[in-house]
């Protein structure tokens, strides 16, 4: 009677065991996706100019008695005109309200990325490090094209990119710009407008920082 109690008692442990052994952090959502947080920054702080203590905060409206601040040999005054960025909405890879492109503070540099893309994989590591040495001078935004959430949340995680990640997997933005490889980098002045346009393949701390140094003004170091 006892052993075939026992016997009746295996499977149920077992089966105990394995909804165990899943646990919280196997938990996947209705779509069959494994659960993660997200390692990229929320996209709240996008619409608000950055601050000199290194968060976001609002930009005060020009007044006709404003003095420009003193070009210095480092940091040339940067490059004016161009065009404003495209009237285009896309979602904030971490959820929330829709950023509209044209509500971006700047100044900023905005990154066009993919997963599957080697050049986009090699020069992500150097916008992370030009977000973390300008911070509160320069905002630093990617947008995710022609990808799956999957593979650009993994490759998030792989570099450690916490700088604020809109997805646009129609490719929309680079429709509006009329280009179509990857990677692309916009430099977007403090009107918000696109002041210089770069495709020239994988970006490092050097040439990144060269760029915004001439186009925007601001000196990073390297």
Do not use: Y
Request: charged share 20%; glycine share 10%.
């Amino acid at each position: 009677m006892n052993r075939g109690l026992a016997a009746l008692l295996v499977p149920v442990l077992l089966a105990v065991a394995g909804c165990t052994a899943t646990g919280p952090e196997r938990q996947t959502t209705s779509a069959g996706r494994a659960e993660r947080p997200s390692p990229f920054a929320d996209c709240a702080a996008l619409t608000r100019a950055p601050g000199p203590s290194g968060s976001a905060a609002p930009r005060p409206a020009p007044t006709a008695s404003a003095a420009a601040p003193p070009p210095t040999a480092a940091a040339p005054p940067p490059t004016a005109g161009g065009p404003l960025l495209p009237e285009l909405t896309l979602n904030c890879f971490t959820g929330g309200a829709p950023v509209a492109l044209r509500d971006v503070r700047g100044p900023a540099v905005v990154n066009l990325w993919a997963s599957w893309c080697p050049p986009c994989r090699k020069e992500l590591p150097a916008f992370q490090r030009l977000s973390e040495r300008a911070a509160g001078r320069l905002q630093v935004l990617g947008v995710n094209s022609r990808d799956t959430r999957t593979a650009a949340q993994s490759i998030g995680e792989d570099f450690g990119i916490r700088f604020p990640v809109l997805f646009d997997q129609g490719e929309a933005l680079q429709r509006e710009l009329g280009r179509n490889a990857l990677p692309l980098t916009l430099l977007v002045d403090a009107e918000g407008r696109v002041v210089h346009v770069d495709a020239s393949g994988a970006l490092d701390d050097a040439r990144l920082a060269a760029l915004v140094q001439r186009h925007l003004g601001l000196a990073v170091p390297a």
